[in-house]
T-cell receptor, first 115, second 114 residues
């Protein structure tokens, strides 16, 4: 089975531009989460989607938005890019269990560089 | 606000020794705690999950403890190998019926020398 796939793997954008990152979860996983990881830090939670609805949002500005499609794939959009948005963007999918405790499967990430 | 501290940014040990990594959390009470491994330029990979009512969990050479009184988890790798060199992330997790939204620590980078 394919794991979580993200595209593109690398991206260079100019300040003020907009970017769209894409994520395909593992088949059967209905929950997708997005994380930003700056060099030397742990991943920071941005969004969580489940059944096409936003279920959680981290402490990120409104320039960040996301959506989940009927096939459970997801997009992360960032508007008005800043130099500080340069990071590894990670997507994770998970399956829902009755207890709520479930491991997250991460993609390889999209390395975004803003110049 | 929720805070997670992992004992040190870097840990260097010799092959064959036991590595012990610490994760402390404050200002919340997680129902679960997860540990992940991350190699440079890659996404984190799940290792172990421990519930608040479990004191200890083992998987091969890995052992995790969870002390809700001390608000601390310890992660042990016994008989460490150079291939264990990576960054290890802890992620205390609240109950979340909609899936997994993890709050990660900064990570501890383990280097195992032969």
């Amino acid at each position: 089975d394919a794991g979580v796939t993200q595209s593109p793997t690398h991206l260079i954008k100019t300040r003020g531009q907009h970017v769209t990152l894409r994520c395909s979860p593992i088949s059967g996983h209905k929950s997708v989460s997005w994380y930003q990881q700056v060099l030397g830090q742990g991943p920071q939670f941005i969004f969580q989607y489940y059944e096409k609805e936003e279920r959680g949002r981290g402490n990120f500005p409104d320039r960040f938005s996301a959506r989940q499609f009927p096939n459970y794939s997801s997009e992360l959009n960032v508007n008005a890019l800043l130099l500080g948005d340069s990071a590894l963007y990670l997507c994770a999918s998970s399956v829902i269990t009755g207890t709520g405790a479930t491991e997250a499967f991460f993609g390889q990430g999209t390395r975004l560089t803003v110049v | 606000s929720q805070k997670i501290e992992q004992n040190s940014e870097a840990l260097n040990i010799q092959e064959g020794k036991t590595a012990t990594l610490t994760c402390n959390y404050t200002n919340y009470s997680p129902a679960y705690l997860q540990w992940y491994r991350q190699d440079p330029g890659r996404g984190p990979v799940f290792l172990l999950l421990i519930r608040e009512n479990e004191k200890e969990k083992r998987k091969e050479r890995l052992k995790v403890t969870f002390d809700t009184t001390l608000k601390q988890s310890l992660f042990h790798i016994t008989a460490s190998q150079p291939a264990d060199s990576a960054t290890y992330l802890c992620a205390p997790q609240k109950t979340n019926q909609a899936g997994t939204a993890l709050i990660f620590g900064k990570g501890t980078t383990l280097s195992v020398s032969s």
